[in-house]
């Protein structure tokens, strides 16, 4: 009899301690969607800005003129509103910090995963992931004042680089973005089962060829989206180009010695100025921003379907 009054007010305690729970579970619920929600709205209310005075742009200039022209000048007396000094810029910066942070961001990842101790990697990847904390401000005065003046004094010519360009505007974001490649393809490998390199190694196989030819390809869904994750940080990267790279955009730019304004540069230093606000040179800043927009789009979505190609299950 007491062993049956016991199950029953445990029962009851447990049946209380559900009842409790589940306002406490629907609240969590409600905050989890609505901040979905909120995500979603962002995104809608960004698009709906960019929307009309982007088709004001347009209705005046042409398209083909917008994506093929070489020269973008719509400040200057002689206007011209073609993207691709702008976009070219933008590339190259961009193709310069990957080459500086993806073997970076990859040797720390593979460091932690594989060969530090538990004790060093909690010590060295807040460390790493701090670098993500610094304002892109700080690094575009950085790269201005620190990495120019040594970049200048190895390269004494006269064809050298100029006071701003796109080389250390790149060196400057690749450090950047180091941190976020770092940390999730660091997390990709450590989800990777421990089974897999057991297995590899009762072949005699090396630790390295463990790291290069087992953990990195069976991570490899998260690596690619750590390093689709970089590029779109630094296509929309505006504090360090803007401080670092330059402002020419009447001509295509291509040598990163030289220096060049990026679409995100141009929006920042465009919306600083005293322009009326409905006048075509106003609207182009939308439209360099819808471009800017679908670019990064895009990128998310290619890194979607690359996770889900690249994606690994273990059971």
Known sequence: MAISTSNAGSAAGSALRRGR????????????????????????GIVIALVQPTI??????SIVEFVTGTSWTPTFAQKAYGVLPLVAATLTVTGVALAIAVPLGLGSAIYLSEYANPRTRKVLKPIIELLAGVPTVVYGFVALFALNPLLQKWWPTDNGPAFQNLLIAGI?????????????????????????????????STKMQVSTRVVVPAAMSGIVAAVVLGISRAVGETMIVTIAGGLT????????????????????????????????????????????????FALNAVSIRMVRRFREVYE
């Open 21 to 44: 729970r589940r306002p406490v579970d629907s609240t969590v619920k409600v905050l989890l969607v609505a901040a979905a929600l909120v995500s979603v709205a962002t995104t809608i």
């Open 56 to 61: 004001g742009f347009f209705q005046q200039v």
């Open 172 to 204: 400057a974001m690749g450090i950047m973005i180091v941190p976020t490649i770092a940390s999730i393809s660091e997390d990709s490998m450590a989800a990777v089962p421990r089974s897999l390199r057991e297995g590899a190694y009762a072949l005699a």
């Open 249 to 296: 955009s009447d001509r295509i730019v291509l040598n990163p010695l030289e220096g060049a304004a990026t679409m995100t540069a141009f929006i920042a230093n465009i919306s600083s100025g005293d322009i009326p606000v409905g006048s075509l040179d106003y609207d182009s800043v939308f439209a360099v921003g819808a471009l800017l927009f679908l670019i990064t």
